[in-house]
């Protein structure tokens, strides 16, 4: 019966057993570094599969070693995270920028090209840009807009086309709105893909995994800062990767040596934030379409980034309804003016907090250009339409109507 079950029907109860645990209806935090085996012959078989020395026989049930390795309460969240996006298995960091380096990192190495889109976030922008360069990594972007042709001669004309591995896709782009054609990025991976696989890597971090799931769009892995919808509260830090399993034991082989895996606490908290994701994310859906609504039409704006603003029968829009099932929770708006305008509206809002991140129960406001991009060269900004005018607002689940008012009496003071 559960396998026809939907993921919000589940994420109470898959992958726990009550049994296992004293019968406690939720599962306990398992706050422990190693576990015990029954005898010496079953921890040679656990560390013989961890270590990749010998595949899992059929009909094997594999324990726990040791929580860098694996943990209940993380094992138990990597199965729940997977009904939403279908996937095979789940790797969760204790940071978004942890799951994306750690993707980075174990699908490139030196003389390897990344073909990636951009605008990306800026910790992801900064890492390809000044990270992978110094690892003999190159490097190769692309814009929103451009065509499968012309992408595919990008990638010849760099002169690394051999070397092509991962094609690194981050849609909506942070803070812009932009959206690319996952499907055009796995055709042009394919073209690549002669003599090695080219793995196609989708930040779903803006859509969560309700609004878009990239697998069933040609993508090899997708990738959350967990930390946002998915944790959902603004109180805890995590990153997600999941994909098909061959992928994912590659993941997770790296995130053991690293020991860059989320701990018990986080795993917990992030089992308690899916039990509400859909409510949370819907009605943050429900509020951010009002907001948007209402600045499109303010005097002191000049325009609004939103997926649900996007204009019917344009090419954006055609790719929008082929991607999403909903147009999210995030909107950045230029205000008319600059950085003076766009200071002035966020240091009167009240309700609404001055803060990064986004995804969270409350509703957050902060400035791109000087905040989650400011180690964007200036050059680059400008090409990505990132200006001192443009602010980011990420919508909670407030009532609208506090929110517009909010908004409204803050741009009454610029």
């Given at each position: 019966?559960?396998?026809n079950?939907?993921p919000?029907?589940l ?7 009550p ?10 935090i398992?706050?422990?570094?190693t ?5 010496a012959?079953e ?6 599969v ?6 899992q026989l ?5 324990g726990l070693?040791?929580?860098?390795i ?8 990597e ?17 978004g ?26 910790g992801?922008d900064?890492f ?11 490097t190769?972007g ?8 012309e992408?595919m ?10 070397n092509?591995?991962l ?6 782009a942070?803070p812009?709105?932009t959206i ?11 073209a ?7 793995v196609v890597?989708v930040?779903?971090?803006y859509?969560g995994?309700l ?22 509260h603004?109180?805890?830090i ?14 997770k082989?790296?995130r053991?040596f ?5 701990g ?5 908290l992030?089992?308690?934030s899916?039990?509400?994701l859909?409510?949370?994310?819907e009605q ?10 209402y ?11 939103y997926?649900?603003?996007l ?26 003016g ?13 309700l ?12 957050l406001?902060q ?5 989650t991009h ?9 090409d990505l339409n ?9 919508i ?10 909010d908004v ?7």
């Amino acid at each position: 019966m559960k396998e026809n079950m939907r993921p919000e029907s589940l994420m109470m109860s898959y992958g726990y057993k009550p049994e296992l645990s004293e019968g406690s209806i939720k599962c306990p935090i398992f706050q422990t570094s190693t576990f015990v085996f029954k005898n010496a012959q079953e921890g040679k078989a656990f560390f013989e599969v961890a270590y990749g020395k010998r595949e899992q026989l059929p009909n094997e049930e594999l324990g726990l070693i040791y929580s860098r390795i694996n943990n209940p309460d993380l094992e138990i969240l990597e199965n729940r995270l997977c009904l939403w996006d279908k996937a095979e298995d789940c790797a969760i960091f204790e940071s978004g920028m942890s799951a994306i380096t750690t993707v980075l990192l174990e699908f490139l190495k030196p003389g390897d090209l990344i073909l990636y889109s951009h605008p990306v976030y800026g910790g992801t922008d900064h890492f390809i840009h000044h990270f992978l360069p110094s690892l003999g990594i190159h490097t190769l972007g692309f814009q929103a807009g451009q065509s499968e042709e012309e992408i595919m001669a990008l990638v010849n004309d760099s002169g690394h086309a051999e070397n092509l591995k991962l094609v690194y896709v981050e849609s909506p782009a942070n803070p812009t709105n932009t959206i690319i054609d996952i499907e055009a990025c796995r055709r042009v991976a394919d073209a690549f893909s002669a003599n090695h696989e080219v793995v196609v890597a989708v930040d779903n971090t803006y859509m969560g995994p309700l609004w878009q799931h990239p697998l069933s769009l040609g993508a090899d892995l997708v990738m959350y800062s967990a930390t946002k919808y998915i944790g959902g509260h603004s109180d805890l830090i995590a990153g997600a990767v999941l994909g098909s399993k061959a992928l994912i034991t590659r993941v997770k082989t790296l995130r053991t040596f690293l020991g860059n895996m989320a701990g018990p606490w986080t795993g917990w908290l992030l089992m308690r934030s899916l039990e509400t994701l859909k409510l949370r994310m819907e009605q943050q859906q429900r509020n951010a379409i009002e907001v948007a609504n209402y600045l499109k039409n303010h005097p002191k704006v000049a325009k609004v980034n939103y997926l649900g603003l996007l204009e019917e029968g344009s090419p954006e829009y055609a790719l929008y309804k082929r991607h999403f099932t909903g147009s999210g929770a995030m909107i950045s708006f230029y205000i008319k003016g600059g950085e003076e305008e766009a200071f002035r509206f966020l240091d009167h809002l009240e309700l609404i907090k001055l803060a990064v991140s986004l995804g969270g129960t409350e509703s957050l406001a902060q400035h791109p250009k000087t905040m989650t991009h400011a180690g964007v060269s200036e050059e680059h900004l400008a090409d990505l339409n990132i200006s001192d005018a443009l602010i980011r607002l990420s919508i909670g689940v407030e009532h609208h109507e506090d929110l517009i008012n909010d908004v409204a009496q803050s741009l009454e003071k610029v």
